[in-house]
């Protein structure tokens, strides 16, 4: 497990992060990475959507561009209150302070579940992906951007003392083990390194077996 795969340090690191994350972020994630993995989920304006991990709301408002029916989590307040000064407390988009491993959504809830730059900060990632299914429709899109795994060996050991960083092989055994059977796997970055990030876009069945819940 990377250093910042631990709860607690993550959200250190993101206290004091969150107040260069957008100028930082935009070397990273770039608005034409974003406008990409929008078209590839194809949101439509009567989606229920959520952000898992919104952060300071980077992709929050690209994805308000399609649809008002916006929800945002993440575990950081002091991202949160990034995002709350860009959309308000009452605004259009429904933000909650809540842990991606123990989302705060019945079964079925969401048309799209869409994560981006969460992923390498999730202690056990294949629970988190099983909670995404979960809150998704049936015949609903769930998209997960998380970072490439780098292709030099100096960059590889520094990737993975810090944070999740995984191949298409790893992301296939993540997806498979989370319950997913189909999806596919996109390699974007902005012009300096195209392959900086790895997409998943994974479709669910019109029909989901659930697990049943037992009586406490």
């Known amino acids: 497990m990377g250093f910042l795969e631990d ?20 070397f990273i994630w770039t608005e034409e990475m974003r406008t990409e993995a929008i078209e590839l989920v194809g949101i ?28 945002g989590i993440d ?36 048309d799209v579940v869409w994560s981006s730059g969460s992923i390498e900060y999730w202690p056990n990632p294949v629970d988190t992906l099983r909670e995404c299914r979960r809150v998704a429709k049936p015949d609903g899109k769930v998209l997960i951007v998380g970072p490439n795994y780098p292709k030099r060996t100096l ?23 989370a319950g997913f059977s189909e999806f596919e796997h996109h390699l974007m970055g902005p012009p300096h390194s195209p392959e900086i990030a790895i997409t998943t876009l994974a479709y669910l069945p019109e029909c989901v077996e659930r697990t049943p819940k037992t009586a406490p």
Request: proline share 2%; hydrophobic share 35%.
């Open 7 to 26: 709860k607690a340090r993550a959200r250190v690191f993101y206290k004091y992060l969150s107040k260069v994350y957008d100028e930082v972020n935009a």
């Open 44 to 71: 439509e304006s009567d989606d229920r959507v959520l952000d898992v991990g919104c952060g300071t709301g980077f992709a929050t408002e690209g994805l308000l561009e399609h649809t008002e029916n916006l929800h």
């Open 75 to 110: 575990q950081s307040i002091h991202q949160l209150e990034k995002a709350w000064d860009k959309f308000g407390t009452q605004g259009p988009v429904q933000f909650y302070r809540s842990d991606a491993e123990r989302l705060p959504f019945e079964d079925d809830t969401f």
């Open 155 to 177: 960059f590889q050991k520094f990737a993975d003392a810090m944070m999740l960083f995984y191949d298409e092989t790893e992301a296939d055994r993540m997806f498979k083990e």
